[in-house]
């Protein structure tokens, strides 16, 4: 079947690119990375084509990869029905994106450079998808963070997008951290890393009451997830997220890396099933990030900001689908998203490009006679993201918030509630930018075919991508619980269109009245425009005692004065003790020679009272 | 006879000995220098060193101190100041200088046995023919290098106290 | 058969112990330079009469012949100090030994 091939396409990709790029025309830059992509793509679909039903997986064994006494980890990849739904989302919509990309940098410096780590993060992607052992996918998982970094950070001359970066890094690497004592938990619980054995031996232990070790490690293996897929406490990298290039939003940002989070736990779906306690704090966390960042998109002013908050919010929604058992219908949810989702971004990037760099909704306005295409597949995405009936987001919204209800219904009722400021939010961006008068100076122009070709097909599938019946296609994995209730599925779409409603209120019939709320509610909409000041506080309990820690107690204290003092203290004692010795050089020569006498006298003394008989 | 030939000429070097040492000017501390010289080369006759004690005088006595008193004259060098001496040196030489003699004293009188005693003609091996035997055969080295020795000290002198050509 | 009137070994040692102490004294006290090369000499001097007493000792002719290397290199010695005396004369006009101190720290 040759599975090593998705992956070695991007990575061949990255190679070209990266070490000859610099002399290559963008002709061949173009060809080399969309090539590798849409090669990838291609054997995908064979690979699938070609695989039957897929009711069990398809593992493929390369080499041994550690072999240590008792530790045996092996490079291996495997194909089954989840592993399916993600290739074709990452190759897919990385192809679109990368295609888009073309026309979005043509005026970039570092032209080569952006293609060569897009097509290395879609390598280090595929492998996590891919892999059929824990270790496997955490090098995967370590690979995406170092893309992510490399392109957050892309306009590297820029403070605050290489701090951005090294923000992303740095909280990701918390998450990592969960994720590296969770594997070291498994091992030592399992014998074992490989799927198949950790899964296998989970299942055969009874459903945890308490904080068991399997309640442990799925917790840890939470705290990695909610590093990589921004929750709570881990969500502050997103935001900053977006001062890297807008393809590079719509790809790792939206579509495939914060995923990853939501990919790991169902695939660890063995594990948490034992581990209810651990579900509960899924869904809780999931809840909670979806509400608070919804909370939050009401208020920003810069349009990439308004979407990143949204991705954490809908991720929220996500990981509750998982937290509630709704695990097909979390990966529908990951699938309608990255549609939706993505297209939102290349449609933002789309106006910022048209706009020559203005991001703040606020100089915005009635641009839709200027941008036709990008308007309307943004409205397409818009009525997705709010649940509009029978659009993909409406599927999978409504599958995860039914599950919700049969768990706990207040859970429900806010997740109906996040729905509603959902819609309003999205469509309060929509409708600061395409109607009403420019508020802005600049000329405003529609993007060329190449990008706007990918946000049409994007459209289409946001709008039709929810009649892809996905928990039927994981059925074999997830059995699905009862039958779809039909007051509960046309509440939540009521919320959603309650919210596009008084978004058109707000936003086009009377303007003037979210001003007049924003001073009503002073203090708390400045609280809430400040994102809670989250940033602030962490900044203060975690990062300044650490940083000043390190500079009083680890540099100067022991660095400086310790091992410096230490180096330094041999050369200063040796010059101290050659500025005592260097008096004996007195240049007179009768003092010398007095020593000379002195000298001798003791060797005299040395030879005859020491025995020279 | 020979305790006493050894008595008076011990006693005059000894006395030449301090007198080089306390004088002031340099022509004197060179006259008692060769007082010294004439006076060990006797010893060496009695202890029957007879080529040794010949070449003494012609050599160390008639060429080298006649040099330095050439130098002393070239020179012009008068008497010495009266200054005082560094404290240190006056504190720590004397003691120093009682201590080593001790020393060698006591070394000597360990390690030699009392009986043995010196009397003219005693040792008949210090004519020219038993000193020249040797120093061709198994000394051939040493007078080689110490050849090689006198003609860079003849080239260095010369290099260092020509008068610079202007 | 030693006669009547034969001396000590130890008193030539003892004499020449004297003398060596003399020339040392005198290279640390003095302040000519010449004077001092002198004191030098009569150091060598010294130390000539005790290879020679114990040539006598052992009966053996190498000690002469060691004192007589020690004469040819203080010829030698002498000649080659004699002349840096001189050159150090015409730089410093001075003879006394402490003046010549740029050799220091």
């Known amino acids: 079947m040759n599975l090593w091939l998705i992956p070695i396409f991007p990575l061949a990709g990255f190679l070209i690119n990266g070490l000859v790029g610099r002399r290559l025309p963008k002709a061949v830059i173009n060809a080399v990375a969309i090539g590798s992509v849409l090669l990838s793509f291609v054997w995908v679909l064979k690979t699938l084509l070609g695989a039957g039903s897929l009711e069990k997986p398809i593992v493929e064994n390369y080499f041994t990869w550690i072999q240590s006494g008792p530790i045996q980890i092996g490079c291996s990849l495997a194909v089954d029905r989840l592993t399916a739904v993600m290739l074709l989302i990452v190759t897919g919509i990385g192809s679109l994106i990368h295609i888009y990309a073309i026309g979005y940098m043509e005026h970039e410096g570092g032209y080569y450079r952006f293609f060569s780590y897009m097509n290395l993060f879609m390598f280090f992607m595929l492998t996590l998808v891919l892999a059929s052992n824990y270790l496997v996918m955490f090098v995967g998982w370590e690979g995406v963070g170092l893309c992510s970094y490399l392109l957050i950070g892309f306009y590297f001359t820029e403070n605050f997008a290489t701090t951005a970066g090294n923000k992303a890094f740095i909280v990701n690497r918390i998450g990592d951290f969960g994720f590296s004592l969770a594997m070291f938990l498994m091992f030592r619980q399992f014998g074992s890393l490989d799927f198949d054995k950790v899964f296998s031996g989970a299942a055969n232990m009874p459903k945890e009451t308490g904080y068991g070790i399997l309640t442990t490690i799925c917790l840890l293996l939470l705290l990695g997830a909610c590093g990589k897929s921004a929750q709570i406490p881990l969500y502050v990298w997103l935001p900053d997220a977006m001062a890297g290039p807008t393809p590079v939003s719509a790809l790792i940002h939206a579509a495939t890396m914060v995923t990853a989070g939501v990919y790991m736990t169902v695939r660890s779906s063995a594990l948490f099933l034992h581990a209810p306690i651990a579900m509960n704090w899924v869904a809780g966390i999931g809840l909670a990030t979806a509400f608070f960042a919804a909370t939050i998109g009401l208020t920003q002013f810069d349009i990439k900001k308004v979407f990143a908050y949204s991705t954490v919010s809908q991720l929220g929604y996500m990981f509750l689908g998982v937290g509630v058992g709704a695990f097909s219908a979390g990966i529908w949810h990951v699938m309608t998203h990255a549609f939706f989702k993505a297209l939102l971004f290349l449609g933002a990037g789309a106006v910022i490009h048209g706009l020559h760099g203005e991001q703040d909704l606020r100089k915005m306005g009635g641009l839709f006679k200027h941008m036709r295409i990008t308007a309307i597949t943004l409205l397409c995405a818009s009525f997705a993201i709010s649940g509009f009936p029978y659009t993909s987001g409406f599927f999978s919204k409504d599958a995860i918030l039914s599950a919700t209800y049969e768990h706990s219904p207040w859970m429900y009722w806010v997740g109906v509630g996040t729905a509603g400021l959902t819609a309003f939010y999205v469509f309060r961006a929509w409708f600061m930018a395409f109607t009403g008068t420019y508020r802005g100076d600049k000329h405003a122009h529609e993007s060329p075919l190449i990008m706007t070709g990918p946000l049409m097909v994007l459209a289409a599938l946001s709008l039709v991508g929810g009649f892809i019946n996905i928990p039927r296609w994981l059925e074999p994995m997830f059995p699905e619980a009862g039958g779809e209730n039909p007051v509960l599925v046309w509440t939540s779409a009521g919320a959603g269109m309650l919210g596009i409603f008084l978004a058109w209120i707000f936003y086009v019939r009377a303007p003037e009245l979210p001003g007049k709320f924003a001073t009503a509610l002073g203090g708390l909409y400045r609280l809430v425009l400040d994102k809670y000041r989250i940033d602030e506080l962490y900044d203060a309990i975690i990062v300044k005692p650490l940083v000043g820690g390190s500079r009083i107690v680890l540099w100067r204290g022991m660095d400086a004065g310790v091992i410096d003092g230490a180096v330094n203290g041999v050369g200063t004692r040796a010059r101290g003790m050659g500025a005592v010795l260097k008096l004996a050089q007195s240049g007179y020569i009768r003092s010398y020679a007095a020593w000379v006498v002195f000298g001798s006298v003791l060797l005299l003394l040395a030879v005859g009272l020491g025995g020279a008989r | 006879m020979d305790t006493v030939l050894f008595l008076v000429f011990a006693l005059i070097a000894l006395l030449c000995g301090i007198n080089l040492v306390v004088q002031t000017h340099p022509i004197s501390s060179a006259l008692s220098l060769i007082g010294v010289m004439a006076a060990l080369a006797v010893l060496y006759l009695l202890l029957g060193a007879e080529f040794l004690a010949a070449a003494q005088m012609i050599v160390y006595a008639g060429a080298i101190m006649v040099l330095f008193i050439f130098v002393i004259m070239l020179l012009n060098a008068g008497a010495e100041r009266v200054t005082k001496t560094r404290q240190l040196v006056k504190l720590a030489g004397v003691p120093l200088m009682a201590v080593f003699l001790g020393i060698i004293a006591f070394i000597i009188q360990a390690l030699l046995p009392k009986s043995q005693l010196v009397w003219f003609g005693g040792f008949p091996g210090g004519g020219p023919r038993d000193i020249g035997i040797p120093l061709f055969t198994n000394y051939l080295l040493p007078f080689e290098v110490t050849s090689v020795l006198i003609l860079i000290a003849i080239l260095g002198a010369i290099v260092l106290a020509r008068k610079e050509i202007d | ?105």
């Open chain 3, 1 to 105: 058969m030693p006669p009547a009137h034969a001396v000590p070994l130890n008193w030539y040692l003892i004499l020449s112990a004297i003398l060596f102490c003399l020339g040392i004294a005198g290279f640390l006290y003095r302040r000519n330079i010449i004077t001092v090369f002198m004191s030098i000499e009569l150091m060598l001097n010294a130390v000539n009469l005790t290879f020679i007493t114990f040539s006598y000792k052992w009966k053996a002719v190498d000690g002469h012949i060691f004192s007589f290397f020690v004469m040819v290199v203080a010829a030698a010695e002498a000649a080659v100090g004699l002349a840096i005396i001189l050159t150090v004369f015409k730089n410093r006009k001075s003879l006394e030994i402490d003046e010549i101190s740029s050799m220091k720290y």
